[in-house]
């Protein structure tokens, strides 16, 4: 067995990947459980998705669990989708069920990538692409690059669609309001920023504050309470996996009727 063989094979398989993925229908910011669950919908639904993550592992604040105890709670109404999943779950009351974290980010990231969606980790995204009024890319470089300060300069990749699930900085729009000083479709027409612990309100909240928040740029997950000006929730994450999936089907119509 020949060393370069190895070598070779790795750096063309994932050559061949990255430029299969220059041009997506969706590019999601951030492999937390809402980039992934939008991710593993929308690829069930054979549209071209690829995520882009920052860090060395995919999961975002998943496996961290609640407090470093790496189980999560979760509510009555996504069991469906842990079954679906084959996630193991224990009734802990009526309305409060747990699952092991790690079990839980990892069928979530298996799903997602046997149903067709392309993770990039160690990438960052650090800018978008706008070409009329409409977002229709992003800016990404190696997280090492970044990390360490040097001065390269990006890649794009063009998507129909992107979303901002990027967790509690929403750095996407918070760059894209920065940069462009352009009004995002908000109440305050800017990123309002996340408030304080209220479990049942953020995870309420979180489902209607899913939505594009500019041409091209739709915002989900904690992303999406941190644009609105909504709650935090703590360790129950029904709500990312709702947000989640509410993201993909919102995307979904909309590349239904670009087809028409
Ligand atoms: C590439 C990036 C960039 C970038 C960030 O934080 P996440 O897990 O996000 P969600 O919304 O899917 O889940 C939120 C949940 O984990 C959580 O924090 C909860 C429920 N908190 C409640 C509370 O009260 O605290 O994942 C976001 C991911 C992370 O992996 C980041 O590394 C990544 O996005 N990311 N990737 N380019 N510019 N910014």
Redesign the pocket.
Known sequence: MDEIDISKAIIEDFIKNFLDNLTVDVAI???????LMCAYRLAQSRIKVAV????LRA????PGGGMMFNSIAIQKDILGLFGELGISVRKYNEQIYVANSIETISALCYQAIKNGARIFNL????DVVIRTDKICGIVINWSAVNWSKLHVDPLVVKAKFVVD?????A??CRIFEKKMEKKLITPTGSVAGEKS?WAEEGEKQIICNTKEVYPGLFV????ANAVFGSP????I?GG?FLS?EKAADIIKEKLISLHR
């Open positions: 910011i951030g492999a937390g459980p809402s980039g882009f993550e920052r860090q999961g975002g604040g998943m990438m960052s995204v650090e699930a990027t967790g509690h900085d750095e996407i612990m989900c997950g904690m992303a935090r929730m703590g360790a994450f990312m989640g």
